[in-house]
């Protein structure tokens, strides 16, 4: 997970660490890039603007150099529709805009793992 607000960031990974997934979180898209070649993930969730890299541009390094069907969620107050990232992409993207909602956001964590609702809570 890419978020540079230590808040959300920080209640994002309780969210998912509750529900039993394993989180590794970076403060900007750079080191997310960084830390996804230490250690692949199966799901990018990532905020827009940060520093060093933008949410757009992490996307599109982290399916260009490593995964074309990398699943992405994007949570971010400033979120528009990006047709380079979205259109035709090989891999689900989701966008939720901050606040977000904690129900919608394990939803679309659980759509995009493919996982069943009894693994996410």
Avoid at 109 to 115: F, I, S
């Amino acid at each position: 997970m890419a978020e540079d607000e230590a808040l959300i960031g920080c209640a994002l990974q309780m969210m998912l660490e509750d529900a039993g997934l394993r989180v590794t979180v970076a403060q900007d898209g750079m080191e997310a890039l960084n830390a996804y070649a230490r250690d692949p993930a199966d799901l990018l969730i990532t905020d827009i603007r940060m520093p060093r890299m933008t949410g757009w541009d992490l996307i599109y390094r982290l399916r260009t150099d490593f995964n074309p069907e990398l699943p992405v969620i994007v949570v971010s107050g400033h979120a528009q529709h990006n047709p380079i990232m979205m259109d035709g992409a090989r891999a689900s993207t989701s966008i939720l805009r901050k606040p977000v909602d904690a129900r919608a956001f394990l939803s679309n964590v659980e759509t995009a793992l493919g996982l069943g609702k009894e693994r996410v809570a």
